[in-house]
């Protein structure tokens, strides 16, 4: 079983409201992901980070930011939420052996109204 | 382009049957293949890794093979269980950097009954 962990594990908000999706992990990866998973397609990179103060943008181009202030920890925050920004948000981590072998959290299920 | 195509989309079997699951890239330079699991409402599991050395790996029930000639995997699962419904995503890495690119397939969205 993997240590890392997502909350809030549902989320129902309005338009334009700010929102953060917490991410944490207790394995000390140096290396952390977002990822937007959509019902029957693929994960799509948003965000990744190889280690404190290392923030970078993945493919999906995204309205979200992160900051990493700890290792431990990588925040998302969507500063005015939108319905197209409803999906199923992913927070992994690895190990810094390089076999990239992800270890998921379970998931924020967004909605945003 | 890089891409992993999983094949079926989805799958209906009997418990105690056996399926294969299949996946192909196109994905180069290829450094390695992975298979996860993912339950309903949870976050993949890793199941299996697959080297470009590797043709066949096992974990418990489940088997996966590599051929990085014709650039194709598969994953059996044998004797299937209720808990074995899940979905099961095919990711491939390339070595095009130091943070490894991954490229995920959609997943084959497999439904055990009993």
């Known amino acids: 079983e993997a240590d890392i962990y997502q909350t809030p594990r549902y989320l129902v908000i309005g338009t334009g409201k700010k929102i953060t999706l917490e991410c944490s992990q207790t394995?000390?990866?140096?290396?952390m992901y977002w990822y937007q998973q959509d019902p029957g397609m693929e994960l799509h990179l948003i965000h990744y980070?190889?280690?404190?103060?290392?923030?970078e943008k993945g493919d999906l181009s995204s309205e979200s930011t992160v900051s990493r202030i700890r290792t431990e920890h990588f925040p998302l925050t969507l500063e005015s939420a939108r319905p197209s920004h409803t999906s199923q948000y992913l927070c992994a981590s690895s190990e810094p052996r390089g076999d990239e072998k992800l270890f998921f959290g379970s998931g924020t299920q967004l909605s945003v109204l | 382009k890089n891409q992993v195509e999983q094949s079926p989309q989805s799958l209906i079997i009997l418990e105690g049957k056996n399926c294969t699951l299949q996946?192909?890239?196109?994905?180069?330079?290829?450094?390695?293949l992975r298979w996860y699991k993912q339950d309903t409402g949870r976050g993949p599991v890793s199941l299996t890794i697959?080297?470009?050395?590797?043709n066949t790996k096992s974990n418990g029930r489940y088997t996966a093979t590599l051929d990085a000639d014709t650039k194709q995997s598969s994953l059996h699962i044998t004797a299937s269980q209720l808990s074995d419904s899940a979905s099961y995503i095919c990711?491939?890495?390339?070595?095009?950097?130091?943070?490894?690119?991954?490229?995920f397939g959609r997943g084959t969205q497999l439904t055990v009954w009993p």
């Open positions: 996946c192909n890239y196109t994905v180069s330079p290829f450094s390695n």
């Open positions: 980070s190889y280690g404190v103060n290392s923030t």
């Open positions: 394995m000390g990866h140096d290396k």
């Open positions: 697959m080297t470009f050395s590797e």
């Open positions: 990711v491939v890495s390339d070595r095009g950097s130091t943070l490894g690119r991954l490229y």
